[in-house]
């Protein structure tokens, strides 16, 4: 292979000679948002807390609304009014009676998943009831009872003792509780009684259609179709209805009677559930006779 040839100074072109480099004046395309990145909402971050789903810490997060101890069921006899002797004011008032009340059986979290208590009241004919109920019954050691109902309860400290009497003296004069009933059924209603619509009007140029509901829906703008929602004519009444807060005015342990400040859902002679109000501080238990024969007895701190 010849040698390459030295390169000389002379064979070179001067700068100023050559033509000027190419420079592309042409503005670069690229996505440029105008949003500042928003952060990750998944939990992938070393700051973020785990995410708990197991069992356990759903019922870690529920002990905040779940009540520490059971409530009781109570018939609602009717209302009164009671009277103040200092100021004579009138305060409207519902009566509810306990009529033997017992704790029936216990929910666990080993064995359902939760705690909770089953409450029986009332009185049944043994022939009245079927053989399995019989056994559960004679299981806990109390009379056949006619109405069963399960509170939901903080922990396992709140199981109360199975054949435990809950008598009037479960609750405290001062403290609030929540009641909670079916309202009275009213059966099949039309539009203005169920939700209140004006009507139509009662002359000029109306037939016979005073009290119907009119328009359902729009035609072809709104899809030829009623919504879904719509308020029409249709069945009343008869849902469970809670009212909160209610203050317990009076007690009678020697009748089981409990009153409660104001109006109750239900009609007189349905069942009542009451138990210490969520929104309001726990009353603070001390072990007392009141409430029963091995029950304890509260006092108020709201």
């Given at each position: 292979?010849?040698?390459?040839?030295?390169?000389?100074?002379?064979?070179?072109?001067?700068?100023?000679?050559?033509?000027?480099?190419?420079?592309?004046?042409?503005?670069?395309?690229?996505?440029?948002?105008?949003?500042?990145?928003?952060?990750?909402?998944?939990?992938?971050?070393?700051?973020?807390?785990?995410?708990?789903?197991?069992?356990?810490?759903?019922?870690?997060?529920?002990?905040?609304?779940?009540?520490?101890?059971?409530?009781?069921?109570?018939?609602?006899?009717?209302?009164?009014?009671?009277?103040?002797?200092?100021?004579?004011?009138?305060?409207?008032?519902?009566?509810?009676?306990?009529?033997?009340?017992?704790?029936?059986?216990?929910?666990t979290r080993q064995q359902h998943g939760?705690?909770?208590?089953?409450?029986?009241?009332?009185?049944?004919?043994?022939?009245?009831?079927?053989?399995?109920?019989?056994?559960?019954?004679?299981?806990?050691?109390?009379?056949?009872?006619?109405?069963?109902?399960?509170?939901?309860?903080?922990?396992?400290?709140?199981?109360?003792?199975?054949?435990?009497?809950?008598?009037?003296?479960?609750?405290?004069?001062?403290?609030?509780?929540?009641?909670?009933?079916?309202?009275?059924?009213?059966?099949?209603?039309?539009?203005?009684?169920?939700?209140?619509?004006?009507?139509?009007?009662?002359?000029?140029?109306?037939?016979?259609?005073?009290?119907?509901?009119?328009?359902?829906?729009?035609?072809?703008?709104?899809?030829?179709?009623?919504?879904?929602?719509?308020?029409?004519?249709?069945?009343?009444?008869?849902?469970?209805?809670?009212?909160?807060?209610?203050?317990?005015?009076?007690?009678?342990?020697?009748?089981?009677?409990?009153?409660?400040?104001?109006?109750?859902?239900?009609?007189?002679?349905?069942?009542?559930?009451?138990?210490?109000?969520?929104?309001?501080?726990?009353?603070?238990?001390?072990?007392?006779?009141?409430?029963?024969?091995?029950?304890?007895?509260?006092?108020?701190?709201?």
């Amino acid at each position: 292979m010849p040698p390459r040839p030295a390169l000389s100074w002379a064979s070179v072109s001067p700068s100023f000679l050559l033509p000027p480099p190419i420079v592309s004046h042409l503005p670069r395309r690229s996505i440029k948002s105008i949003h500042p990145p928003r952060p990750d909402r998944f939990n992938k971050g070393p700051d973020l807390p785990t995410l708990t789903a197991t069992p356990a810490a759903a019922l870690a997060r529920k002990a905040y609304t779940l009540p520490p101890r059971t409530g009781v069921l109570a018939i609602k006899k009717g209302m009164t009014a009671l009277y103040s002797a200092e100021t004579g004011r009138r305060t409207p008032c519902t009566v509810l009676q306990l009529d033997r009340v017992q704790v029936v059986a216990h929910k666990t979290r080993q064995q359902h998943g939760y705690y909770a208590v089953q409450v029986g009241a009332g009185w049944r004919h043994p022939s009245n009831v079927t053989r399995p109920m019989l056994g559960h019954f004679a299981q806990a050691g109390t009379s056949p009872k006619r109405h069963l109902a399960e509170f939901r309860v903080r922990d396992e400290a709140g199981l109360a003792e199975v054949g435990t009497e809950l008598g009037a003296g479960w609750f405290q004069v001062g403290q609030f509780v929540d009641a909670r009933a079916n309202c009275a059924g009213k059966g099949f209603a039309g539009g203005m009684k169920r939700h209140g619509f004006s009507g139509q009007p009662a002359s000029h140029g109306n037939s016979k259609t005073h009290r119907a509901m009119g328009s359902a829906g729009q035609s072809q703008g709104g899809g030829s179709r009623v919504l879904p929602g719509k308020r029409m004519a249709g069945r009343m009444g008869g849902q469970q209805v809670t009212t909160q807060n209610v203050k317990v005015l009076l007690v009678d342990a020697d009748k089981g009677i409990v009153v409660l400040n104001g109006n109750v859902a239900g009609p007189e002679g349905c069942v009542v559930k009451v138990q210490d109000a969520l929104k309001k501080p726990w009353p603070v238990v001390t072990p007392s006779a009141g409430g029963g024969e091995e029950s304890d007895a509260v006092t108020a701190t709201a």
